[in-house]
T-cell receptor, first 116, second 111 residues
């Protein structure tokens, strides 16, 4: 079974620009979560989508948004980029308890975003 | 507020030298505790889920245990290929779909 894929793997953007990152979950997984990982803050939860609905949101400004499509693929968008947005953005998919109460998450390789 | 703390931040071991990593948590009703392994440049890889105090899970040289306040990841006779960052995450009873991660323990096993 194919794992979680994320595109692009690397991005370099300039302050003030916007960026869209894409995530394709494992087949059959309807929950997709996004995280920001930085050396200083660790893994910070951004949001979680299930069946095209945002169910949970972390403590990030409104510049961070996301969506999920009917095939469970998800995108996240960051507008008006700031230097502090430089990070590894990870996407994780899960069965979200649909089978035997399993909630473990399976992560993609991440998108490394550098804002200059 | 739900919180997860991992210690130590970094750990250096000689090959074969067993040790333990700690994950302490405060959460309003624990539903599950998860351990992940992360290699440089990659996303975290799922290892274990623990649900109740006293539960243990094993996989090769790794054994995870859980108490009411913390979890340990015991590494027995580690090998250099066990070098990675180990992350734990907690899931609360009031929200099954939101996870709080610790900052991880970076393990380096020298041959």
């Amino acid at each position: 079974k194919a794992g979680v894929t994320q595109t692009p793997r690397y991005l370099i953007k300039t302050r003030g620009q916007q960026v869209t990152l894409s995530c394709s979950p494992i087949s059959g997984h309807r929950s997709v979560s996004w995280y920001q990982q930085t050396p200083g803050q660790g893994l910070q939860f951004l949001f979680e989508y299930f069946s095209e609905t945002q169910r949970n949101k972390g403590n990030f400004p409104g510049r961070f948004s996301g969506r999920q499509f009917s095939n469970s693929r998800s995108e996240m968008n960051v507008s008006t980029l700031e230097l502090g947005d430089s990070a590894l953005y990870l996407c994780a998919s899960s069965l979200a308890g649909l089978r035997q109460g399993s909630y473990e998450q399976y992560f993609g390789p991440g998108t490394r975003l550098t804002v200059t | 507020e739900d919180q997860v703390t991992q210690s130590p931040e970094a750990l250096r071991l000689q090959e074969g030298e067993s040790s333990s990593l700690n994950c302490s948590y405060t959460v309003s009703g624990l539903r599950g505790l998860f351990w992940y392994r992360q290699d440089p440049g990659k996303g975290p890889e799922f290892l274990f889920t623990l649900y109740s105090a006293g539960e243990e899970k094993e996989k090769e040289r790794l054994k995870a245990t859980l108490t009411k306040k913390e979890s340990f990841l015991h590494i027995t006779a580690p090998k250099p290929e066990d070098s990675a960052t180990y992350l734990c995450a907690v899931q609360a009873n009031n929200n099954f779909n939101k996870f709080y991660f610790g900052s991880g323990t970076k393990l380096n096993v020298k041959p």
